[in-house]
């Protein structure tokens, strides 16, 4: 009964820490008592395991006997005297648990967790507006998908009947948003449609608010609030035959019904009539895409570091030597995306000392404090995941940063953790392809390989993408010949060492003090050379 209750327990903690999980980036207090929860349902979830897997040693040793199930198990739970020490030690154990968890259930008194209504969250935050206005005074290097996509919309889809949609795809803070802005203001794009039309959707795919921006942006007058049949009607008044470009930037909406619905009221104009979309999600671009996407690359080095150094040293300073040398390392922390390397230069504006460019160049990027810091971008792609998927995620931090992984492998590390789970229908391996799916979708990994038969292999993670993975778990821990970490904290469930040269480094890590771990996974170029990463 005991048991029972306490499972149930722990499936109300996992609740009540998903819920809160939103508020945690932006309440220190919640972030603080989500922490103690976690940590108890850690606990938690061990002594439920200890269980299932002694009454599973208790199964097959009755089994060796020859008793029936029912028999070995009142037998042996009431007589071996193994397992009443081990019933008492668990009782001793679920106690302390449960007066932990009342510790931590009056401590929730103190403040008011937010309530939880995720519909609330709508309207588009000011940070992530958009318009139609280039913000950035100098654009580096996307004069060749700037090219691309206008010679597609003036030549290409000019030809064509019906309405042609364009997506571009990429990581928060690539540029799509300034792709979009640099196309939707060039003279040839100016030149050939009319009206051109720019919305910020964003997270909020209302059909109605759409219409009514649209409607907006085209009159240059505020809308009054009508009903969807009334704004619609009118929308069509003002695109009928008319060869129309809207850009829809920053689309997150995975649903449909929804676009299509858009969509047939759109599809009035003119033929040539054109939809540039901007959106981090591939399956939004699959769902609204006419033609194949544009997948925006990561910007080069050498641009990285001009738009860096804009930032990092003003007009007419001469630039440090020694600052310059730093700055490099620095700037590897970005990938080639753009607004980390702003986030970055900023950040350094007012440094002056050698140290403290150092410092910045030590630290991980989550940890810097700026103004327009790149971490609660990039957390958006997090927070947009389906609650059942951010654990596969966040726990891909294990892998060492920019090493190849093996798609199975992870997949396999999911199931074993139960992340994943199967159902009638499917089993967990299948599962397990999908969220691997659904995650690739979301652009967090590249470079897949393929082998013979078209199956993915192996895969990538983005610099950034690991970084945001890392900065939303602190139980996961990854410890290379060279990122310096030698330590395992005590939150630790997860472990993956990967050292090149010597186990004597791996033998000195201490794990006694590490509570609760899952996952240890070692890995030694000198056992596994150039083959796929399997753990020992
Ligand atoms: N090629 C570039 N040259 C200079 N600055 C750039 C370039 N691309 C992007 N930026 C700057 O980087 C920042 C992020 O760019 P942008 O908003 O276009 O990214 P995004 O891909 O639309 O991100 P999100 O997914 O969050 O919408 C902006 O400040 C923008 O001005
Ligand atoms: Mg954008």
């Known amino acids: 009964e005991d048991l029972k209750r306490l499972a149930s327990l722990l499936s109300t903690i996992k609740a009540t820490l998903e819920d809160a999980e939103e508020e945690q980036f932006t309440n220190n207090t919640i972030k603080d008592w989500l922490l103690k929860l976690k940590d108890a349902a850690h606990i938690l979830d061990d002594i439920l395991d200890e269980c299932a897997t002694e009454a599973l040693a208790m199964e097959y040793k009755g089994s060796k006997c020859g008793l029936s199930h029912k028999v070995q198990s009142s037998f042996l739970s009431s007589f071996h005297p193994k397992h009443v020490a081990f019933r008492y030690k668990l009782a001793k154990k679920m106690k302390r648990i449960r007066e932990r968890l009342n510790e931590i259930a009056a401590e929730r008194n103190n403040f008011h967790l937010p309530e939880m209504d995720r519909e609330r969250k709508g ?105 969807l049949e009334l704004l619609q009607r009118k929308l069509q008044d003002l695109l009928r035959r008319k060869r129309y470009l809207l850009v829809l930037d920053d689309v997150w909406n995975e649903e449909q019904e929804k676009w299509q619905r858009l969509r047939f009221a759109l599809a009035c104009g003119e033929k040539g009539a054109s939809i540039l979309v901007t959106t981090r999600l591939a399956k939004v671009a699959e769902i609204m895409g006419t033609i194949p996407l544009l997948e925006l690359s990561r910007l080069s080095d050498k641009d990285c570091w001009e738009l860096f150094k804009q930032r990092a040293f003003g007009p007419n300073e001469v630039e440090r030597a020694d600052l310059v040398v730093i700055g490099k390392e620095i700037l590897k922390k970005c990938g080639g995306v753009p607004l980390a390397a702003i986030a970055l230069g900023s950040l350094l504006r007012f440094k002056r000392e050698e140290k403290q460019w150092l410092y910045v160049k030590e630290s991980k990027l989550w940890d810097l404090q700026g103004e327009d810091n790149v971490m609660p971008a990039l957390r ?77 292999t192996t895969f990538k993670m983005h610099d950034l993408v690991h970084d945001l993975a890392q900065s939303v778990t602190n139980e996961v821990c990854c410890i290379t010949y060279d990122n310096g970490l030698r330590t395992v904290s005590e939150g630790t469930r997860h472990l993956f060492i990967y050292d090149k040269n010597s186990f004597e480094e791996i033998k000195s890590i201490q794990l006694h003090h590490v509570k609760s771990l899952k996952t240890y996974v070692e890995w030694n170029f000198d056992v596994h050379e150039a083959c796929q990463l399997s753990p020992q």
């Open 123 to 227: 309207g588009v935050p000011d940070w992530r507006q958009t318009t139609s206005i280039v913000t950035q005074p100098l654009v580096y290097g996307r004069d060749e998908e700037k090219d691309k996509i206008i010679d597609f919309l003036v030549g290409d889809a000019s030809q064509l009947d019906d309405l042609s949609v364009y997506p571009i795809v990429g990581l928060g803070g690539l540029g799509k948003t300034t792709l979009a802005q640099l196309v939707f203001n060039h003279e040839r794009i100016v030149n050939h449609f009319e009206p051109i039309i720019w919305v910020c959707v964003s997270n909020d795919f209302s059909l109605k608010k759409i219409t009514k921006a649209i409607i907006e942006s085209i009159t240059k007058t505020t809308c009054e609030d009508l009903e």
């Open 380 to 456: 958006l792609s997090y927070l947009n995941l389906p609650i059942k998927l951010r654990q596969c995620f966040s726990f891909c931090a294990l892998f060492p940063k920019d090493e190849i992984i093996s798609k199975q492998l992870l997949i396999e590390l999911w199931m074993a953790n139960g992340y994943i789970a199967s159902n009638q229908m499917l089993e967990a391996a299948d599962i397990g392809n999908e969220a691997w799916n659904e995650l690739y979708w979301r652009s967090f990994f590249q470079n897949t390989e393929i082998d013979e038969s078209g199956q993915i």
